[in-house]
């Protein structure tokens, strides 16, 4: 009895020729490399979009614009949610750089409300024209390799909309009365196509 009982618990560690094997899989080309990249890329921007409102509700919350951000940012936490539902579901590896997005989007965030809430607006306008674009690049894309991905296409069309609304929110709520507005847009903007770049390879 105490024989089978160690014979049933008994198990062989894997090789060095059986990890080297694991390893040379998980380094091949997934036949769904496009969709890969896209899922990541769009994960790693909705993370950064989410701590750049937390950042801006942290200083803002309890001002008149207070709502405004609190409504996008429900938006941007639903944006998250898909992704990470992809991102797990379809075992795509996210991107390296989530702990950078992760300082960088609440510092701008923040950063930008402490200059007042012109500031974090110019912030909103400048971030979510660079994602609109982004988005509407990923649909032609996914179009034109043939991929009728309905989920995918669903999700990414519903951010996109959800982001230009956030611009217009931005627009409506004086953001190029900031002094500067134009250099720290275009900083702001920049800095977006950065890490849209780096996320879809890192």
Same mark, same amino acid.
């Given at each position: ?5 160690? %014979? ?17 899989? @998980? ?9 890969? %990249? ?12 989410? $701590? ?17 951000? !609190? ?12 992704? !990470?539902?992809?991102?797990?579901? %379809? ?46 690049? !990923? ?27 956030? $611009? ?13 507005? @134009? ?20």
């Amino acid at each position: 009895m105490h024989a089978r009982m160690i %014979r049933v618990f008994t198990f062989k560690l894997p090789t060095m020729r059986s990890v080297g094997l694991l390893l040379s899989r @998980s380094m091949t080309a997934r036949p769904n490399s496009v969709v890969d %990249r896209i899922i990541r890329v769009d994960h790693a921007g909705e993370f950064g979009a989410d $701590k750049i409102y937390a950042g801006q509700a942290a200083v803002l919350g309890k001002t008149e614009v207070g709502p405004l951000i !609190q409504h996008m940012w429900d938006q941007e936490k639903a944006h998250l949610e898909l992704f !990470q539902k992809l991102v797990a579901e %379809r075992r795509v590896r996210p991107s390296m750089l989530l702990p950078l997005w992760d300082i960088a989007g609440f510092v701008l965030g923040a950063g930008t409300a402490l200059l007042g809430k012109e500031a974090a607006m110019t912030c909103t306008v400048a971030v979510e024209e660079v994602i609109g674009k982004h988005y509407n690049s !990923q649909l032609r894309e996914l179009l034109s390799e043939n991929l009728e991905d309905e989920e995918l296409l669903e999700g990414i069309s519903k951010c996109r909309d959800d982001e230009l609304e956030h $611009k217009e929110i931005g627009l409506k709520n004086s953001s190029e009365a900031v002094a500067g507005y @134009s250099t720290l847009s275009d900083i702001i903007k920049t800095g977006c196509r950065a890490a849209v770049w780096l996320s879809e390879r890192i």
